[in-house]
């Protein structure tokens, strides 16, 4: 498997980057990890003429975790996340996330920025994001503008961000209450047949937030905002979690694929999210 | 096609110069360019690991790199991991406890739990399976690989504590 030929570029600024992306603007693309590009480069179904590699560019693999906020630059490795314990700490469930996607050579290599720009519906950090109503940051000719995970991904691989920008971070509030990432995969490396991304608190027994998105079961990760509202006030009992379920299956769109029909994956749809729900009221 | 990159490379301590299309990639590098051919070339998908090498300190999967991506990087290969005549106490443990059959798989199997135990020094069963995912093994079943990893770990760290 031998990827067409390109033109390699490791600039060390950001600005060197987005001239690059503008003099050649289709024909130029970044790299970061490079294990969504390069899998898609060698089997032809990406041509990147000008390849600019973002390993050299300063800033952007800081973890900032300060007074409630957070930072990930875009070059910050899964590994990178893993193994911090100031985000096990403020937000455990990218680390819960993280240690479920691919396997251990994978994480030392994918990026938060690539995992969240690439735009695959099966990738696991966008739906995560927009669980922790998470801010992603822009640069462009412009300069910087944020825009929020909520409103980031319009189809498959179709995204706000304009050609000629590059995601520098990703920001957010350090999430309180319980937590929860579940994710259905038929083996180790394997993209999500269906996973679900919880945040909840609980107020004296009660749910008193919740918030819901779900992995892989629509050409966009889908953030549910009836699905939230269904648990609120509730105890998470059965019927909570069943209205939580029916709000979910209304937003969700499927498609047939090699991990199964349209049937089965909004069964296992419900069952993911359930467990994850579940985990997550236990742990608030 | 585009002109060749000099390519700079240090390989099991060595500084390796050559020219490359960027394109290339590391695995075909070491083995073609470099004849470093402990790396295999097994699923050339980033899936089975045979190809594991360890660059600037990570396990990567070199069939999933480019080698311009490469450049200037410090590169171990299982070529880089003990000598014949002195094994490394994983592949001596490898032996001992029947971690391969056919040996496909196995300069990625040990050059990937070279660095699981540099990380994690004393891991459970289930760490070493979980910390070796990445390694596909269509012979063994597992199950004596992850014998030879454990037994390895206590000897590391009975040698360490005899030191002190
Ligand atoms: C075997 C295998 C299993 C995997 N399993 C999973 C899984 O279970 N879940 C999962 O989520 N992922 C999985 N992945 C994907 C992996 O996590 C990727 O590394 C990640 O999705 C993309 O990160 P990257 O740094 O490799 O991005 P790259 O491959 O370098 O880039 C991906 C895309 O994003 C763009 N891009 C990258 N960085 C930026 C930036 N800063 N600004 C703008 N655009 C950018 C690139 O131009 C490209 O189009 C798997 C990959 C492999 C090889
Ligand atoms: S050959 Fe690289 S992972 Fe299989
Ligand atoms: S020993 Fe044959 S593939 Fe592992």
Not at chain 1, 8 to 21: F, H, K, Q, W
Not at chain 1, 68 to 96: F, K, N, Y
Not at chain 2, 35 to 60: F, M, R
Request: glycine share 8%; proline share 4%; with cysteine.
């Amino acid at each position: 498997m031998i990827p067409a030929a390109f033109d390699y570029y490791r600039p060390n600024n950001m600005d060197e980057v987005i001239a690059l992306l503008q003099e050649h603007g289709d024909d130029a693309r970044v790299m970061a990890g490079g294990h969504s590009l390069i899998p898609m480069m060698k089997l032809r179904m990406a041509e990147v003429p000008h390849l600019i590699d973002l390993q050299s560019i300063e800033g952007l693999n800081a973890i900032e975790v300060k007074d409630g906020q957070i930072t990930l630059g875009a070059m910050v490795t899964q590994h990178d996340l893993i193994d911090h314990d100031g985000i096990a700490a403020a937000a455990p469930i990218l680390r819960e996330a993280a240690l479920q996607i691919a396997d251990p050579q994978v994480r030392y290599m994918g990026t938060i920025g690539g995992n969240v720009a690439n735009g695959d519906p099966g990738n696991d950090m966008p739906g995560v994001m927009q669980c922790l109503d998470a801010q992603i940051n822009l640069v462009g000719p412009d300069g910087p503008r944020t825009v929020a995970a909520r409103d980031y991904y319009e189809a498959a691989y179709m995204t706000d961000r304009a050609d000629d920008e590059v995601l520098v971070s990703v920001s957010l509030s350090a999430p309180t209450g319980g937590y929860a990432y579940e994710k259905q995969k038929r083996k180790i490396g394997d993209y999500a047949t269906a996973a679900a991304a919880v945040q909840i608190t609980n107020s004296e027994g009660k749910v008193a937030s919740a918030s819901i998105a779900m992995t892989n079961l629509s050409d966009v990760p889908v953030w549910s905002e009836e699905a939230g509202a269904a648990l609120v006030g509730t105890s998470c009992d059965t019927d909570a979690l069943g209205a939580a379920v029916a709000a979910m299956l209304g937003d969700i769109d499927p498609s047939e694929d090699n991990r199964g029909p349209v049937a089965f994956k909004r069964h296992v749809a419900g069952v993911i999210l359930k467990r994850a729900v579940t985990r997550a009221w236990d742990r608030a | 096609m585009t002109d060749k990159m000099h390519i700079k490379l240090k390989v099991n301590g060595e500084d390796k110069e050559f020219l490359a299309e960027p394109r290339e990639l590391l695995i075909y590098a070491l083995r073609e360019k470099l004849n470093i051919t402990g790396p295999h070339v097994g699923c050339e998908t980033s899936h089975c690991g045979a190809c594991t090498v360890t660059l600037d300190g990570k396990s990567v999967k070199s069939c999933t790199m480019f080698v311009a991506q490469a450049n200037g990087a410090e590169i171990t290969t299982i070529e880089g991991i003990g000598e014949p005549d002195a094994l490394h106490v994983l592949q001596e443990s490898f032996r001992e406890h029947h971690g391969l059959q056919c040996g496909f798989c196995t300069p990625g199997m040990i050059t990937r739990a070279t660095k699981l135990l540099e990380e994690n020094p004393n891991p459970t069963e289930e760490e070493v399976r979980f910390g070796m995912a990445g390694n596909i093994c269509r012979c063994t079943g597992y199950q004596n690989i992850v014998k030879s990893i454990l037994s390895a770990a206590s000897e590391i760290n009975a040698a360490k504590e005899a030191a002190q």
